[in-house]
């Protein structure tokens, strides 16, 4: 079965620049979405369609695309964004897979 | 606005019905999924369904005991799920297909299913 291989893990001090990868095979033809995730919420849409950003998504967040990576960078880590990120896509038969997901520490 | 219904405990091979309710919005404009996340794990894609019922989608793990359907005149989706194993334990969302985003744009709180004997 397809799948979307994350990192479980990132730590970033504060106000550094915090990079989470999504690697799949299907990535360079099918498009890479990204989720924030805080405890106890519903996962909130970061990133859509590699690169671009839903209004009210801060600019800090951006997302890039190469090959079968697709990539989330929060540009100055700020405190609220300790939380868990996952990326979406889907596989050559168009069924949805997310990544396992990236806990991301701010320091 | 999206909300979520009908969680609750069953023992293993019994079944759970449960039902979103969208408001706010053209609900039969819409494709809809339900999406769960076993208890500290991950979130995991388990069905798909469009706004016409014209096309429907499983995740191989619940392929044949799960069904997904719709009633766009009441504005709500559903999940019956049928011989419930334990590893079904999750919380379940519904959530929005964006044509414009190409991806899940709002989703629901959840509603909390429990398999155990």
């Known amino acids: 079965s397809y799948e979307l291989t994350q990192p479980p893990s990132v730590s970033v001090s504060l106000g550094q620049m915090a990079r989470i990868t999504c690697s799949g095979e299907a990535l360079p033809k099918k498009y890479g979405n990204w989720y924030q995730q805080k405890p106890g919420q519903s996962p909130v849409l970061l990133i859509y369609k590699d690169n671009e950003r839903p209004s009210g998504i801060p600019e800090r967040f951006s997302g890039s695309s190469s090959g079968t990576i697709v990539t989330l960078t929060i540009s100055g880590v700020q405190a609220e964004d300790e939380a868990d990120y996952y990326c979406l896509s889907a596989d050559t038969s168009g069924l949805w897979v997310f990544g396992g997901g990236t806990t991301l520490t701010v320091l | 606005q999206l909300v979520e219904s009908g969680g609750g405990l069953r023992h293993p091979g019994r079944s759970l019905r449960l039902s979103c309710v969208a408001s706010?919005?053209?609900?039969?404009?819409?494709?809809m999924h339900w999406v769960r996340q076993r208890p500290g794990k991950g979130l995991e894609w388990v069905a798909g369904?469009?706004?016409?019922?014209?096309?429907?989608d499983y995740a191989a793990s619940v392929k044949g005991r799960f069904t997904i359907s719709r009633d766009n005149a009441k504005n709500s989706l559903f999940l019956q799920m049928n011989s419930l194993r334990t590893e079904d334990t999750a919380l379940y969302y519904c959530?929005?297909?964006?044509?414009?985003?190409?991806?899940?744009?709002?989703w629901g709180r959840g509603t909390v299913v429990t398999v155990s004997s």
């Open positions: 959530a929005i297909y964006s044509t414009f985003f190409h991806t899940f744009d709002v």
């Open positions: 706010g919005f053209t609900f039969d404009d819409y494709a």
């Open positions: 369904i469009s706004w016409n019922i014209t096309i429907i």
